[in-house]
Structure formats: structure tokens, C-alpha cells
């Protein structure tokens, strides 16, 4: 099945479906989107890494979930397929997938609410979303950047984000690190990202995608900051792989709390990534980081993050540790989905 998945899309699987063997399930993924190849003709990819995800869908093996969620990158023009982050946009279809497939019983009529056990992090995300004689509801009112229209909403909480990948909400236990000359936060709440002023890397921040793509200086000082911030985060040679992101922030002025570019990590995001923007919401909010000082939100209850195509809201509370640092009290969305097609698909044979 492929949905819409807030402002990606992905072909979702249920697990039984696929090779148990690792190198031949990617293998048959990378034949189903078409890759490598930079336009995915012979394959059902959109040649951009937000729309060559792929969600792997599952009975939970925990009895704290409902159902298990294996997010895979699938690379574009190269052979790779990375199980090393989440998704939080394809989690937005998580679960009407799961309610589709015949995985949750008992759906008829009203909220439900199912908690998806994310693999990739081992952390839990509760989604809340409307159903109706057991099928999902799409249709709806909610609008989010990125998206042309409205649909239902899908509200989002997570449980246990901070440090899912790197083990730690600041791997190297500080708010601010100078890397390569240039003041960052390096933070893992549901994404690895590095969080940079913009002006510190000679740019605004408010340039287009595009533009900031074709600025090669500025990309290969970005790859250099992000290899640096891969070792002390603890992830090691991330020369090849799709973590850490990167975000420049700036002010806001748009009105919304602060101004984003996100590098995911190579292409320029159009928007910004769900728990990517968790984490540099988190970020804004712990003082002398690069974030606070250009962040216009605080006291706000929800920080909106301003992007290339509108906004992203995210419910971030944040209480002091024991240890003298942060803990993070709560995290949440609102996102949407929306199935589009549900069929067979034919890969290439090699």
C-alpha cells in the first residue's frame, strides 16, 4: 500500500510480506523503488528521498504495543537502504495501515488509539486518529505545510525519544559545541540532528533549497561539521550514512518562533522532517544553544518552526534532571495521512 504519510509518502509493507533475510529484503526494496537511479524510472520511487521511504508493519512482539514499525531509507541514485533513523511522517500512517491490514481488532466507530512500538529507536509513539465502521477516516480539516488540501488529523505522542539513537538527549552532555570553528547543538530527541545558526556558515537562512544546494562551499563545510558531529555523537563514520541531519536556523519572520533549513543530509528538505523538528524545537529551548538565541517563542506553549513551505507545530516540555541537565517531559504532533493506492507492485528482476 502506498500512503501519504504528513509531507512524505511510502510504500508500506506488512513484515510477513518480505524476505526475513536482511540483504535480500533490501535487495527486492531497492528493485521495488527503482534504485539506484537518480529519476527511479523502472521503479515506483519519486527520486527524492521523501518519497523513497518504505514503513514495515507488524503484530508488536511487546505487550506495551499494538504494533511494531520498522522505518527503512531507501537511497535514490545509491544502493543503500538505512534502518539507523525514524520517521515520523510515515508513522502518521502507522496506524490506519494497521487498521487496513486486519492488525487491530475492535475498531468500529470513534477515536482510536494505538501505540506503535518504533523499532528503529525502540520507543513508543501513541497515535490517535478517527474511525468509522473499521475503516480509517482520511477526509478531514486538518492542513499541514507541505500538503495541498486538508484531511484528518492523526495526533501524535511520543514516549522515550530522547537519546533513541544515540543514547543520550546531548550525546556529549553540552548544550553548545564549536565544531570546525562554528557553534552547534548536537541532539537526539527522536532525530540526530545538528543545530547551527545560519549566519554562522555566511548564509541567511531564508535562501531557497534550491539555492542553498547550489552553494557547493556551504555543503562541503556542512559535510565536514556533520562527520565531526557523527563521531561525537557517538554514531562513528557517518561518510555514508543519513544520520545526523543538519538544521540552520535564523529568526523567525514569518510569524512563527524560528526560521529553518534542514539538510537531510545532502538534499535541502522542502519542509522539515517530523522528529527532526522535535529535536530542533527541543534544541530552541535550552539556553546559549545556537537555537535559544535567535528563537522568538519562549513561554509559548507550542514552538512553530518556520520552513521553505509554511510551518511545523511541536509540543516540547522540558523539566531539569537530577544530573543538572534536561529531561523531556512530553512530545507531540499533529500530523495527517492519506491512502493512496493499494495494489501489487512488480520489481525488476535485477
Known sequence: MILRGGSSKGAYFL??????DIAERDSLLQRIMGSPDARQIDGIGGAHPLTSKVAVVAPAG???ADVDYLFLQVGVDDDDVSDRQNCGNLLAGIGPFAVERGL????RDGELSVRIRMLNTDSIATARFTVTDGTPVYEGTA??????????AIHLEFEGLAGGSTGTLLPTGRAVDVICGTSCTLIDNGMPVVVLRADALGVSGYETPSALER???LRSKLEAIRLEAGKLMGLGDVSNTTVPKLTLVAPPRDGGHLCTRTFIPHRCHDAIGVLGAVSVATAALLDESPASTCFEGHGADVVRLEHPTGFFDAVVELEPAADGGVHVERAGIVRTARKLMDGIVFPRSG
Open 215 to 217: 552553494n557547493d562551499a
Open 143 to 152: 492542513a499541514i505545510s507541505g500538503v495541498p488540501g486538508a484531511a484528518a
Open 62 to 64: 511487546d505487550p506495551d
Open 104 to 107: 487491530l481488532y475492535g475498531a
Open 15 to 20: 513484515r510477513d510480506d518480505l524476505p526475513e
